[in-house]
């Protein structure tokens, strides 16, 4: 099974500031737990983080017919990318949404997410765990 991790602007950043928020993991934590997450449940994940909106729409398109599951945290673009919704809902393969933070407790403005409403299921406020979690449903729901 091979899944694709989706990681929106300012990810590279985790662990420089606000630790408050997203906690002291850096991104090369995440990129850690994905490499142990992928041995752990026998899958393959390959991922991509991007800082610009086409990208990511352009990473989604390029997955159809690759890859089995997609893992998306669109970051800011959660609140504003119709264009990242309707890129997931082109090519049809099976999403979770993962937020670092538990953003039903944040801001209004992070109270909609436009990804969400293809994604089958979302995980907010489990830290970098919440990737692992994510990885685990599509293995068992969809792996082969
Ligand atoms: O909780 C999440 O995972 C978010 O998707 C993270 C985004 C935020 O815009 C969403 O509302 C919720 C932010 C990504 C990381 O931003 C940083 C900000 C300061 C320091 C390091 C990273």
């Known amino acids: 099974m091979k899944i694709l991790v989706i990681n929106g602007p300012n990810i590279n950043m985790l662990g420089i500031r606000e630790p408050g928020i ?20 026998a899958v393959t994940v390959e991922q991509f983080q991007s800082n610009h909106e086409g990208a990511i729409v352009d990473k989604i398109q390029a997955a159809y017919g690759c890859f089995d599951g997609i893992v998306i945290n669109p970051a800011a673009y959660t609140h504003t990318s ?12 099976p999403a979770v949404e993962v937020h670092i933070s538990n953003v ?3 801001e209004a403005f992070r109270q909609i997410s436009y990804a969400g409403m293809y994604c089958e299921k979302t995980i907010k406020g489990q830290g970098l765990e919440g990737y692992r979690q994510a990885i685990r ?3 068992e729901k969809y792996g082969k």
Do not use: H, M, N, P
Request: cysteine-free; glycine content about 2%; charged content about 30%.
């Open 82 to 93: 119709v264009a990242i919704l309707d890129a997931l809902k082109s090519v049809s393969i």
């Open 104 to 106: 039903d407790a944040r």
């Open 22 to 41: 997203y906690g002291k993991q850096t991104f090369a934590d995440l990129l850690a737990l994905l490499e142990e997450t992928a041995q752990e449940e």
């Open 137 to 139: 449903y599509l293995k």
